[in-house]
């Protein structure tokens, strides 16, 4: 059926499943069953459900937010795949872009591990999804993904600073256990530096910066050579980070984003770092949630040109209140 105007979000009833529901009564314009636009015009909210066998319900086709400023940008779709950029977007993708309507496949993902349990599952709708709400926000600017699942409340916001060559996740988790929780993030991005994966696969030297900890690779994709690549976490003071930069261990031999094998067998990673990997940056950090607590922490995925630039971007960030005014 057609209409004139289309009819609000619905009121969601309560259905007593041990997640909540995190979406609000906000009514959505123009409704389509996927998503509708906020009440001001400046967010495209999208709100999926899984189905009765559970199964993540998804658009027909990804539903992406272009993000970017002058000089560096990412798109992030609604299961928050998408592809990172510096300078251009085609000829310097920092990640892959598998232009993939149908699979939409993940060439960065970020992942919370149960250390007591085992369980793991990603903070957006994929590569791993749960079995329950999601809400995603595609703002002016920003994407940001809300859940409720494993007792843990997730609000991520993705965004790059008006300026700065750095892509940010923005990551804020509350246990609603009455016991602590002992978790792992991972974060993972396979590197591209060109077009197409494996452009310049013998050229990387996947480091680990000893100042900062963070990983860096510098850029021999032709004109936009002598730049360098790097990841770093903003973590909480004194948490130990582990790293890996070899994409084949993190993934494994029959693996991939949906299951790697570092989550499924290896308490840290592994360290792997040098020439002649299946580039990554990949790194991990674990933390202890108290009942009731929460805490933030922050991702960087960049650009730079030169060593002495990705250490002022690091140092940068992690000072505090660096990332929410970033993102204000």
């Not at 937010?65 to 002058?70: D, H, R, S, V």
């Not at 409340?153 to 246990?175: G, S, T, Y």
């Not at 933390?287 to 991702?299: K, Q, R, S």
């Not at 730079?304 to 209140?321: M, P, T």
Request: one cysteine or more.
């Amino acid at each position: 059926t057609l209409h004139a105007t289309p009819p609000p979000y619905p009121s969601r009833e309560r259905s007593g499943k041990p997640e909540p529901s995190i979406f609000d009564d906000e009514p959505l314009h123009f409704w389509n069953g996927y998503g509708g636009f906020s009440a001001d015009g400046t967010e495209y909210v999208i709100r999926l459900e899984p189905d009765a066998e559970g199964r993540l319900k998804l658009p027909p086709q990804p539903w992406v937010n272009i993000i970017a400023n002058p000089q560096f940008g990412f798109i992030a779709s609604e299961t928050g795949a998408g592809s990172t950029w510096s300078r251009n977007s085609r000829e310097n993708r920092l990640t892959p872009w598998y232009n993939d309507p149908v699979l939409d496949p993940h060439g960065e993902a970020l992942y919370l591990r149960d250390e007591d349990s085992g369980a793991f599952w990603s903070l957006t709708p994929g590569p791993i999804p749960q079995s329950v709400a999601y809400e995603i926000r595609h703002g002016f600017g920003y994407s940001r993904y809300r859940q409720v699942s494993q007792e843990l409340e997730h609000d991520l916001w993705l965004f790059a600073p008006c300026e700065d060559p750095v892509k940010i996740a923005r990551i804020q988790l509350r246990n609603q256990r009455n016991q602590p929780r002992r978790l792992s993030l991972f974060t993972y991005a396979r590197l591209v530096l060109g077009v197409l994966p494996g452009d310049y696969p013998m050229d990387g030297v996947i480091e680990q910066d000893t100042a900062t900890g963070a990983l860096l690779a510098e850029n021999h994709n032709r004109a936009f050579a002598g730049h360098f690549a790097f990841a770093a976490l903003a973590p909480l003071d004194s948490v130990p980070v582990h790293v890996s930069g070899d994409r084949a261990t993190f993934i494994g031999q029959y693996g991939g984003p949906v299951r790697p094998a570092a989550l499924c067998h290896d308490p840290v990673l592994d360290g792997r770092l040098g020439a002649g990997l299946d580039p990554c940056f990949a790194l991990q950090m674990t933390v202890v949630l108290e009942p009731g607590a929460a805490m933030e922490c922050a991702v960087l995925l960049g650009e730079a040109e030169s060593r002495d630039a990705v250490y002022r971007l690091v140092h940068r960030y992690r000072q505090d209140g660096a990332v929410a005014a970033a993102l204000d």
